[in-house]
């Protein structure tokens, strides 16, 4: 069973002000509760809920441009080498 949406907005505010390296255990783990975070609704695992956690605006604001910054650190996706080895390439020889 997942965590609970209160649950990874602990996780979430935990590591809020020094999040982890993303390649990291904690850092899978901090951006799946983040993820979980802003989706907002209930998970259907954690049974009902009375009804869809809100967030703060400026939280709602923090969180969403920390998701940016996550994802702008790896643009090829998980390949951590790019996009030239993708095309039978080797772009950080040259």
Request: glycine share 12%.
């Given at each position: 069973?997942?965590?609970?949406?209160?649950?990874?907005?602990?996780?979430?505010?935990?590591?809020?002000?020094?999040?982890?390296?993303?390649?990291?255990?904690?850092?899978?783990?901090?951006d799946a509760a983040?993820?979980?975070?802003?989706?907002?609704?209930?998970?259907?695992?954690?049974?009902?809920?009375?009804?869809?956690?809100?967030?703060?605006?400026?939280?709602?604001?923090?969180?969403?441009?920390?998701?940016?910054?996550?994802?702008?650190?790896?643009?090829?996706?998980?390949?951590?080498?790019?996009?030239?080895?993708?095309?039978?390439?080797?772009?950080?020889?040259?």
């Amino acid at each position: 069973m997942q965590s609970s949406w209160e649950d990874a907005l602990e996780v979430v505010v935990g590591f809020l002000e020094a999040p982890p390296e993303p390649d990291t255990m904690e850092g899978r783990r901090f951006d799946a509760a983040l993820l979980r975070v802003l989706a907002g609704g209930p998970d259907p695992a954690d049974g009902p809920e009375p009804e869809k956690p809100t967030l703060d605006p400026g939280l709602r604001e923090r969180l969403d441009a920390l998701v940016q910054r996550r994802a702008a650190r790896n643009p090829f996706g998980d390949h951590p080498d790019g996009i030239g080895p993708t095309l039978g390439m080797n772009l950080g020889q040259s």
